[in-house]
């Protein structure tokens, strides 16, 4: 599976950007995808999740009513939307897959085993 994150760049405080994660498996309909991100000098964190269905939509609760996570499966992709970037949403973000989805482990960086590359994501003040 190859997953290719695109979308970041430099938005100032307030700004929106969407973020996208194309797949390459015709499996992707059925493959739960999440988010992560990582700032520099720190862990990478868990931001949003989508199951393959599309029903099941989890935040971390630092995004929540701020980024929207949905996914369109005639394109193979999956995308973040984000608002209210703030300085601290600053970061690396990644899209993830997982072999087996789990809801109980969905926010759970070591259940994911495929990973894009990332794409930057800069909030200026």
């Known amino acids: 599976v190859q997953l290719q994150a695109s979308g970041g760049g430099l938005v100032q405080a307030g700004g929106s950007l969407r973020l996208s994660c194309a797949l390459s498996e015709r499996t992707f309909s059925i493959s739960a995808v999440a988010w992560f991100r990582q700032a520099p000098g720190k862990e990478r964190d868990f931001v949003a999740a989508?199951?393959?269905?599309?029903?099941?939509?989890y935040y971390a609760d630092y995004v929540k009513g701020r980024f929207t996570i949905s996914r369109e499966n005639a394109k193979n992709t999956v995308y973040l939307r984000m608002n209210g970037l703030q300085p601290e949403d600053t970061a690396l973000y990644y899209c993830?897959?997982?072999?087996?989805?789990?809801?109980?482990?969905?926010?759970?960086?070591?259940?994911?085993?495929?990973w894009g590359q990332g794409t930057h994501v800069t909030v200026s003040s």
């Open positions: 993830a897959v997982p072999t087996v989805y789990s809801s109980k482990y969905v926010s759970d960086r070591n259940w994911y085993d495929y």
């Open positions: 989508i199951s393959g269905s599309g029903a099941g939509i």
